[in-house]
């Protein structure tokens, strides 16, 4: 399987969870507003006409708090989501060594690696993560899976947003 169609299966997988997780936050905040609404709606019922303003001022605080709360808890939610896809991503990228063509992918990383600091001596190091660090003169390049994976995770940037959208 290649890395393009394990990221794929990873940010799908990622995907649905963070949907499930994004629905459920979703119901939980809609519940915490629904109380909030009919908390304040019983203290407007009972109040008198100087209270009045009163409980308007503490129904409004209440809702204001169970949006903040229930936009924490959709924020919470997307940021488990992402470090779930990022956990992912990394046991399959691990899993990659297991590959028959792992050798390969590594070699080629390191003449891509080479290629780009020349000119001058590069000195090539396996890493014990998996993929490899190239050093040359002045500069280095880290190809570690783990590196890899975090800069495909950044290159995705905004596009992530499509996970709970």
């Keep these: 399987m290649s890395l393009q169609a394990l990221r794929a ?10 949907e499930r997780l994004l629905e459920s936050a979703r119901e939980r ?3 915490t507003i629904a109380e909030a609404q009919r908390q304040a709606a019983d203290l407007l019922e ?4 100087q209270a009045h303003e009163q409980a308007r001022r503490v129904a409004t605080a209440r809702v204001a708090q169970a949006r903040r709360e229930a936009r924490h808890s959709v924020l919470a939610a997307r940021e488990a989501a992402l ?13 990659l060594r297991d590959d028959p063509g792992y050798a390969l992918l590594v070699k080629r990383s390191a003449e891509d690696a080479r ?11 396996a890493a014990p993560d998996g993929g490899v660090i190239v050093r040359g003169p002045g500069r280095q ?8 994976v ?9 596009r992530v947003e499509v996970l709970w959208t």
């Design 46 to 49: 009972g109040a008198r006409a």
């Design 9 to 18: 299966a990873s940010l799908r997988a990622a995907g649905e969870e963070a």
């Design 29 to 31: 905040a809609n519940q």
């Design 83 to 95: 470090e779930r896809l990022r956990e992912r991503a990394h046991r399959a990228t691990a899993s």
């Design 115 to 125: 290629a780009r600091l020349r000119p001058g001596p590069a000195e090539v190091l």
């Design 150 to 158: 975090e800069r495909c995770l950044h290159d995705l940037g905004a």
């Design 141 to 148: 390049i880290d190809l570690t899976l783990n590196s890899q």
